[in-house]
């Protein structure tokens, strides 16, 4: 299947708060654009017990991809992203918005922080998934799938599902490791092609079968691909 790299990579830690909403929702406190090495909190969700009632904190990774050239039906997709250290609950990848300035042009940036728009609208793009400390072969969505065939630039967050994405108040600290020294793939199919439009002026959507054989069953008619 088709492989496409990683145009741009980052991880932005949030910024500290006592307010469990406010530390989801307020820029970062320091992005870092295209890292290189392990980093075994670039997904997190941690909380520290103290006086206020503790404080909270968030970390998510934004990758960038440039699907310009995907035009036809995808069919699925599969983010990979190798991981290291982990003790997560469960991740999750949301649609990321408009991080890198929307089109991989420019450095993440402490203001894209929350480009997932949590406490808006955030779109998931996967269920809850467990983190691998080798490689995650994430499958995508349908609204995934269409997202990366209709947008030129498509960007992914992966951030902690239950505490991050989700409501759930964090008591402790969960987190999930990025092995960024590695290249993040996104891997899709698409919808097989036809080149036959129509059959004796009969449209081929409405064709079931040519001499009797199924239409689906033909590689092609008269050296022309089906």
Request: proline share 2%.
């Amino acid at each position: 299947m088709p492989t496409i790299n990683a145009g741009r990579v980052g991880r932005i830690r949030g910024t500290p708060s006592t307010n469990y909403t406010t530390a989801k929702t307020s820029n970062g406190s320091t992005a870092t654009d295209s890292p290189t090495s392990n980093d075994s909190s670039a997904i997190m969700a941690f909380f520290s017990s103290g006086r206020g009632g503790g404080t909270f904190l968030f970390h998510r990774t934004y990758i960038y991809f440039d699907t310009s050239g995907i035009t036809a039906e995808v069919t699925s997709a599969t983010l990979k992203i190798t991981g290291v250290s982990s003790n997560s609950s469960g991740c999750v990848v949301a649609d990321g918005g408009n991080a890198f300035g929307g089109d991989g042009n420019t450095a993440l940036a402490t203001t894209d922080f929350n480009a997932v728009d949590i406490g808006g609208s955030p779109t998931a793009y996967t269920n809850q998934f467990s983190w691998n400390t080798s490689l995650n072969s994430i499958s995508l969505n349908s609204t995934a799938l269409s997202n990366i065939r209709s947008q030129s630039n498509t960007i992914f967050c992966v951030l902690n599902n239950n505490n991050d994405f989700g409501s759930t108040t964090t008591t402790s600290t969960v987190q999930a490791g990025i092995a960024f020294g590695t290249t993040i793939q996104l891997e899709y199919a698409v919808a097989a092609s036809s080149d036959i439009t129509s059959l004796n002026t009969i449209a081929r959507a409405s064709i079931t079968s040519f001499n009797t054989i199924t239409l689906a069953d033909i590689d092609s008619i008269n050296t022309i691909d089906n």
